[in-house]
């Protein structure tokens, strides 16, 4: 699997110098990483957990084990204030220590999964996560808007520190098959997946990145204008790629539900096949890890986030064609008057 997808030169992440060398993963039997978590009001934070801390975990996952978790969740989300108190109790029977800040989480540990479910607190969350030079993972969606999508790699970069973040979706053993060249080159995808709206959040960003990274996985970065169909129940976004590519997501809200999609190539035409859950990406994350190799580019992860800003803006034009680049440039000019990017200028 490519592990770094045409990262432009000044817009990648400046990786393993500040990589502390424990953290290589040359040897057959790696250095324990003590991994810590915020945010306990998703189930990934549990699956995750109970996978890394497994007695029996296989060896692409050992010495890679859970140790602390700061339990923040979302006031105005229902979901968020009610699944905090019984993930904190379930985190706990599994050994893992529950601290009352972030800062006491970073004394205790080595590498960082953000988990709370509410993208909009996740830049102020990773600022101290990046500043300490922790690996960070952040958990779907990377952020609650474009702009702090941006920041969030922004400050990477700064810091010099790894970050990542991805839907497990990308991992999914069809779409990863797809990439690699297994119906030729692409021409084109129909991706799909439940597209649960929250109020709180741009449209697709909740649940709909799923498909979207679908679709990414198998067609690339290059999406360069959105046209979307907006119903009650469905959403058809279709991007047209820059070399005069065609991809299409379809959410779905009424009627089943399910992820998938077909995949149409060079040589042969292929479904994307069903979802394999998370233990592909758990991998993906733990090389992560040692390495400070992320899986995904900054350029590609942004870009799914342009996409599904863009898909808003044309549903709000009534359909109107939204360009990808004209979406970033905004993102940019305004994660640049950001607060914390006064204190990198107070620095230099």
Not at 150 to 172: C, E, G, K, N, W
Request: charged share 25%; with cysteine.
């Amino acid at each position: 699997m490519k592990r770094s997808l045409l990262l432009l030169a000044a817009a990648s992440l400046v990786l393993p110098a500040f990589v502390p060398a424990a953290l290589a993963d040359n040897d057959a039997d790696p250095p324990r990483l003590r991994a810590g978590i915020i945010g306990l009001d998703t189930s990934h934070a549990i699956a995750f957990t109970r996978l890394l801390n497994d007695e029996e975990v296989a060896p692409d996952l050992a010495n890679c084990r859970v140790v602390a978790a700061f339990p923040e969740g979302s006031p105005d989300i229902e979901s968020s204030v009610r699944r905090v108190p019984e993930y904190t109790e379930q985190i706990r029977k599994m050994g893992v220590e529950i601290v009352d800040s972030i800062e006491a989480l970073l004394e205790r540990v080595d590498v960082v999964m953000l988990e709370t479910n509410d993208g909009r607190p996740h830049l102020e969350q990773a600022l101290p996560v990046l500043r300490a030079g922790k690996p960070l993972f952040v958990d779907k969606p990377v952020a609650g808007c474009l702009r702090d999508a941006v920041a969030i790699y922004d400050a990477a970069r700064h810091y010099q520190t790894p970050v990542f973040s991805s839907s497990s979706l990308r991992f999914t053993e069809g779409a990863q098959e797809i990439r690699a060249g297994a119906i030729g080159d692409v021409i084109g995808c129909d991706a799909y997946s439940p597209a649960s709206l929250e109020p709180t959040h741009p449209d697709l960003y909740w649940y709909g990145i799923h498909g979207v990274e679908t679709l990414f996985t198998v067609m690339g970065p290059g999406c360069e204008s959105v046209v979307r169909v907006h119903t009650p129940d469905t959403d058809v976004v279709v991007g047209t790629w820059s070399d005069g590519r065609i991809g299409t997501f379809r959410g779905i809200r009424a009627g089943r539900r399910g992820f998938g999609g077909m995949a149409f190539g060079s040589e042969a035409i292929r479904e994307i096949g069903p979802y394999t859950g998370y233990r592909p990406m758990m991998v993906e994350m733990v090389h992560f890890f040692r390495t400070g190799e992320p899986p995904v580019s900054e350029e590609e992860t942004l870009e799914i986030y342009a996409f599904m800003s863009a898909a808003d803006e044309s549903k709000e034009a009534d359909g109107a064609p939204v360009q990808i680049a004209d979406v970033l440039e905004q993102a940019r000019k305004e994660a640049a008057q950001l607060p914390h990017t006064a204190d990198w200028n107070a620095d230099d």
